[in-house]
DNA sequence: TTAATATATGCTTATCTGCGCATATATTAT
DNA sequence: ATAATATATGCGCAGATAAGCATATATTAA
């Protein structure tokens, strides 16, 4: 993909949500995680994370049944630049987002998610 | 216009070809001179200037019938860093515009331009 | 005044794209 | 094996938008 695309792929206010939270956070995430964090729907978040990988912008990797997506390394220039741009936009939504994720990233390591519905998180009793 | 929804207004081929341009020369420049630049036509490039115009990035001042567009000033980290991002862009495309713009901008200044027809250049005789 | 030039703007059309839905596949738990 | 969960994808629709075209307005030149 041609780098001045990435204007393309970012231009989405959903994906720009997704690209920000993983942006700051440098977490490695499942889609399931982003779909709590952004609140919208499998399909979606799936095909936007696979757009934002293919536009290089994301990097992916297969564990069992999860697929966890982070930001790519870069050296490109335009690339290091663009994410201090990003870095640097401030809104409650994304603040918003970032609360949402952290707590499900935090339940993940905790092993205290069991499953998700309907961005309802469930947890194992048994 | 919300600062996320930059990326829209960047994400045109044409709109970023334009505020390439006017960036990295930081010149005044007019509607048909940006034709000349861009290869676009005039009802095209009006609309991406005043989009990019409404969206903050240029800024117009109208003198005559002429009417000018270049970068705004922008204190805005997220404009600062973001122009640096675009700056850093390498493509033959720009390479070609570039020339051709510079080429312009000169006739103009020597007040060789008479008028402009096709994207051609005439120039006053007698 | 008349003609030419510079710019802006409706209107239409074709294309793009994000979303919703259904569904398929793969992996894990019981 | 069966059920549940995680992820991916094809299809159709609706909304957005870029481009082409015609035209309107304003300014300058002859």
Redesign the pocket.
Known sequence: MKQEEIF?IL????RLRIYKILLETKIEA????VMTAVQ?????I??????LHFAGLLQ?RKN?????YSVADSKNKFIIQLNKAIKSLKNEIYKQDLKRFKLRIKMRKNNK?????DNKL?R?VS
């Open positions: 393309k231009s989405d206010k959903t499942a889609v399931c995680e919208c729907t499998q399909y979606n799936s095909k936007h994370l696979r757009l992916e069992g049944r999860w697929v966890f998610i069991q499953f998700c519905v469930f194992k």
